[in-house]
């Protein structure tokens, strides 16, 4: 029979990524974690994270906005009162589970959305202000301001604030088989993006001219199903600004005889797959071209290593002792966990493969295998996004492993 009354209406919506089985599976893997860390709610105010519990997906992060999930029963999104018909649209949940607060709380310097939304929290019943009550907080997210937790702290005087320490992120680390084919789209758009990125580098072009392309190029997607804006835009530091990460571009051109390192991502329902690849215009230098072939071991290595059971620390230690035989060393770490992802990072700011990191490595976590070698003038930069399977890493987006030279 079909189904009918809440669920129908929740499904109805075709624009949502996943059913609502998948969020509603989610939350109560949230909960559990609630349980364990004794919290009476949550208040969620990093966009991925709103995301990956209800479907939430706007260009709305620059005004405040939350979702509060009780210890049991359903979640509530709050937010500005314009944006609430796209929670409509996006999110999971019913009408009466969205609250949009008036335009007249917007960027002013009096009074803050955020207690209008800890009244209204308390009032529907997803907010509890006595002793005793344990209220998390995420308060290292990208958007939850100094002036939104005081705003909060100040609606909520008897219960406790306490640092949810990415909570939500640590669920979201195991992907579920829906989610990990979002990730194989998101990889091969990766790959036809990097691929259009390295054809397009050529002596003369401007380096706005290459990023347009990119740029062009991760909208357009592959296979016919459409790309997404990635949380970073692409990175393309050329010539002696390659020893440095995270450059973006300019309007000089690129010229015979240097290096561009390209780092960009594929995105597909906002889940994102980083890439990184180098391309020398001209034959290398010897030294980067020494370079090239002790991280394309490396590479190996760590791949070898990035399986169930493994750690980060394990990971990190195979490459730097492949590369460390050639004489290099590289003091960042070697990866991260990777995922949903808006500005300002695609990261999931949870597991990072390097030294000391003993979380223990399972099927369905997914990482970007960021091997970038920033040296004094120049460098390099070779990465494998990779999804842990039962036996070992799936690489989402498997180009050449190798330094592309074009004459």
Request: charged letters at 20%.
């Amino acid at each position: 029979m079909p189904e009918t009354g809440v669920l129908a209406e929740r499904e109805s919506i075709e624009s949502r990524p996943f059913p609502v089985e998948e969020y509603l599976a989610r939350l109560a893997r949230v909960q559990e974690s609630m349980a364990r860390s004794r919290l009476g709610a949550l208040v969620v105010t990093d966009p991925a994270n709103l995301y990956y519990l209800t479907g939430y997906n706007a260009w709305s992060f620059y005004v405040p906005q939350c979702l509060v999930v009780p210890a049991a029963g359903e979640p509530q999104l709050f937010m500005r009162e314009m944006d609430a018909q796209g929670a409509h649209y996006t999110a999971y949940l019913p009408t009466e589970l969205v609250h949009g607060y008036p335009e007249d709380l917007v960027h002013r310097p009096d009074r803050h959305p955020m207690s209008w939304i800890v009244r209204r929290a308390v009032e529907v019943g997803v907010l509890a202000d006595r002793p005793g009550v344990r209220i998390g907080v995420e308060a290292d997210a990208p958007y939850f301001s100094v002036r939104g937790y005081q705003a909060l702290a100040d609606g909520l005087v008897r219960a406790e604030l306490v640092d949810s320490r990415e909570l939500v992120n640590w669920v979201r680390v195991v992907k579920s088989p829906l989610e990990q084919d979002k990730l194989r789209v998101a990889g091969e758009i990766a790959q036809v993006v990097m691929q259009v990125a390295i054809d397009h580098v050529e002596p003369g072009r401007r380096q706005c001219d290459v990023v347009a392309q990119i740029q062009y190029a991760q909208t357009l997607g592959a296979r016919k199903l459409g790309g997404d804006y990635p949380a970073i835009v692409p990175m393309l530091p050329t010539g002696e600004t390659a020893g440095t990460p995270h450059l973006t571009w300019s309007d000089l051109p690129l010229r015979s005889g240097e290096a561009t390192t390209i780092e960009l991502a594929g995105v597909y329902d906002r889940y994102h797959v980083p890439l990184a690849r180098t391309v020398s215009l001209g034959p290398p230098t010897a030294e980067l071209a020494r370079c090239a072939e002790a991280v394309t071991e490396g590479v190996q290595a760590a791949l070898a290593q990035l399986r169930p059971g493994s750690t980060g620390h394990l990971v990190q230690e195979a490459f730097a002792e492949s590369v460390g035989r050639s004489g290099y060393v590289k003091r960042s770490r070697v990866g991260y966990s990777i995922g949903i992802g808006y500005p300002p990072d695609w990261g999931e700011r949870t597991i990072s493969l390097r030294q000391g990191d003993l979380t223990v490595i399972q099927p369905g976590m997914a990482f970007h295998l960021i091997l970038g070698m920033w040296m004094d003038g120049w460098g390099y930069e070779l990465s494998e996004p990779v999804l842990v399977g039962p036996e070992g890493a799936e690489r989402l987006a498997p180009l050449p492993q190798e330094l592309f030279v074009k004459t």
